[in-house]
């Protein structure tokens, strides 16, 4: 059954999630492989207009080593000129449980759009941040060069974020039924719009 009509996710995808969510290895290792599975098959499988392709983290003048807490995965659907379509961050589960690290991952999927909103040859592009299966949806503008949701600054800098800073903001499980929906949305619309530029 394709992607677009499946009414549930595939009990295999799930089931390569649970396995990798439970496993004792690094990160990369754990979510790496089922979202190459998840993309490869809600986006690319049948279609040799898109592909799926990691990419280096954005430039950051920091030097944090791959196995730090700042490591994350991060995958961009391409099409056939190389252009960028789909945005996808995934990081470690624990990032959602706490202020900072959920506002660093804002900061982070702002500076990618910075990097690649104007090479998108669609008018919008939407942006998945994953802190493990829990879902922030983005979506760039390129007419505007606008970014939703809108940035929300620190409240106060002269003192700790607060422990509910951004918080609820990844509260969509992308292995949900309400995340099979948005996803399906987000890929009828990256399709549809690349088969138009395409001709």
């Not at 490591?71 to 706490?98: C, H, I, S, T």
């Not at 607060?162 to 949900?176: A, K, V």
């Not at 987000?186 to 001709?199: R, T």
Request: charged share 20%; aromatic share 12%; net charge negative.
């Amino acid at each position: 059954m394709p992607f677009s009509t499946d009414a549930h996710w595939p009990q295999g995808l799930l089931n390569i999630f649970h396995v990798s969510r439970n496993q004792n290895v690094p990160f990369e290792s754990r979510y790496y492989g089922p979202y190459d599975r998840l993309f490869n098959y809600a986006v690319i499988e049948g279609s040799f207009a898109l592909f799926l392709a990691p990419q280096a983290a954005p430039d950051d003048t920091s030097t944090v080593p791959r196995e730090a807490v700042g490591y994350g995965v991060f995958m961009v659907v391409l099409d056939q000129d190389q252009k960028p379509v789909l945005l996808a961050e995934v990081k470690d589960d624990k990032w959602a449980n706490r202020p900072d690290t959920r506002q660093r991952a804002d900061a982070q999927m702002r500076r990618w759009y910075d990097q690649m909103l104007q090479h998108c040859p669609i008018p919008r592009l939407y942006g998945l941040s994953l802190l493990g299966t829990s879902l922030r949806v983005y979506c760039g503008d390129k007419a505007t060069g606008k970014v939703a949701p809108g940035f929300v600054g620190r409240p106060d800098a002269g003192r700790i974020l607060p422990p509910d800073f951004l918080g609820g903001e990844w509260g969509l499980d992308i292995l949900s039924q309400d995340g099979l929906k948005k996803m399906q949305e987000i890929v009828a619309y990256v399709k549809a719009e690349v088969a138009n530029v395409m001709g």
